[in-house]
């Protein structure tokens, strides 16, 4: 079973960055495991941001966020980064880490295996 912990999030200005940290422990390492960040607003489904596949050299984002945000991970350190610049309001959710005990990436939240408790970004207009 892994553990993740998600930190990083806060209050930002519109055209402000923010960058999301999420923590594994356990076990089990995500070396080589996909990983994936999710967001989620009340009374909306969970959706899709971003993955990367265990070695890093791919990745794959939601269209909203293409060319704002970037996905990275450091498996020395058991660690997996959301990097987000040129925030909008409409970027305003909880965001939520999740581990595939896989190295195949996907973008359905159900295909994961594990997820972090979230931590909440809200960007003012």
């Known amino acids: 079973q892994v553990q993740l912990v998600e930190s990083g999030g806060g209050l930002v200005q519109a055209g402000g960055s923010l960058r999301l940290s999420c923590a594994a422990s356990?076990?089990?390492?995500?070396?080589?495991?996909?990983m994936g960040w999710f967001r989620q607003v009340p009374g909306k489904e969970r959706e899709f941001v971003a993955t990367?596949?265990?070695?890093?050299?791919?990745?794959y984002y939601q269209d909203s966020v293409k060319g704002r945000f970037t996905i990275s991970r450091d498996n020395a350190k058991n660690t997996v980064y959301l990097q987000m610049n040129s925030l909008k309001p409409e970027d305003t959710a909880v965001y939520y880490c999740a581990a595939r005990l896989s190295p195949i990436v996907v973008v359905t939240p159900q295909l994961y295996d594990s997820w972090g408790q979230g931590t909440q970004v809200t960007v003012s207009s």
């Open positions: 990367i596949s265990w070695s890093g050299d791919f990745t």
């Open positions: 356990g076990r089990t390492f995500i070396s080589t495991y996909a």
